[in-house]
């Protein structure tokens, strides 16, 4: 689109299915590799992405040619395909349903790296869904608690 600047930066948030902890340590990397592919095959800049067992976070840099729905749902399916069929889960692989997004100025990109870089070290110190909640409170995202991740059961 001629005549089109944008900056769009998102950070993405998304759940194993049932927040299972199927992400082992020996397949994470590639997995993230494998994900980092499908964003640029889609024109858009992955800028940081980790994560633990059972999420994922990604901060892209989105291009305004595809909604961030349709291309979450491609990395998605793909990426799930791809575990399946590499076997690297015992039991079928799935993402839960749903993601998060939030918007960040320049300014506030290194911050958010950095978050994202040190998830193994951060997670020592706050579980995944009291760190969703307080994510969402500090964005000032209204949320149901009926409908937020549960616990792993």
């Not at 689109?1 to 994470?28: C, D």
């Not at 999420?55 to 395909?81: C, D, M, T, Y």
């Not at 889960?89 to 939030?102: L, P, T, V």
């Not at 579980?127 to 969703?132: Q, S, T």
Request: positive net charge.
């Amino acid at each position: 689109m001629a005549n089109t600047y944008t900056q769009i930066p998102l950070h993405v948030i998304f759940a194993t299915k049932f927040r299972s902890g199927q992400i082992a340590a020996f397949w994470e990397h590639r997995l993230f590799e494998y994900i980092i592919a499908i964003i640029q095959k889609h024109n858009h800049k992955v800028l940081a992405i980790n994560g633990m067992p059972d999420h994922i976070h990604i901060l892209l840099g989105l291009r305004p040619n595809q909604s961030l729905s349709e291309l979450i749902q491609k990395v998605k399916a793909s990426s799930s395909k791809w575990i399946n069929e590499n076997n690297f889960c015992k039991a079928k692989f799935a993402w839960h349903e749903g993601y998060s997004a939030f918007s960040y100025t320049k300014s506030h990109l290194p911050r958010v790296i950095n978050y994202i870089v040190n998830q193994k070290t951060h997670h020592q110190k706050i579980d995944f869904l009291n760190e969703y909640k307080n994510l969402l409170t500090e964005l000032e995202v209204e949320f149901d608690l009926n409908y937020i991740f549960k616990e792993p059961t």
